[in-house]
């Protein structure tokens, strides 16, 4: 029997945690992907093995974060991360607050030629 990896229940109290403490970042962003605007189903907080996603889109394989300053300091778990997502074979897509905050519309440039 194959191990489900994708939103476990495990993770479900924290995943709604994130959901209800977004950031304002996480909000901003959220505002653009939720409803299929892009055309794609984004979820928000979806969970893959013991990491939570900020934004996934499941028919693209797409996996959206946005780094805010604590993951200056977190380099190499955020690497870590980012290889486990893509032996998933999940496509990672990064971006940092400031970016969202100062440039929301290339951001979105960015993910919709991911989308294509």
Known sequence: MKQK????????TNRRRLRSESTPQEIMLWSRLRSKQLGYKFRRQHSFGNYIADFYCREKSLVVEIDGSQHIDQERYDAKRTQFLEELKLQVLRFGNNEINTNIEGVMTRIMELLE
């Open 5 to 12: 990896i994708s939103n476990i229940s495990l993770l479900r």
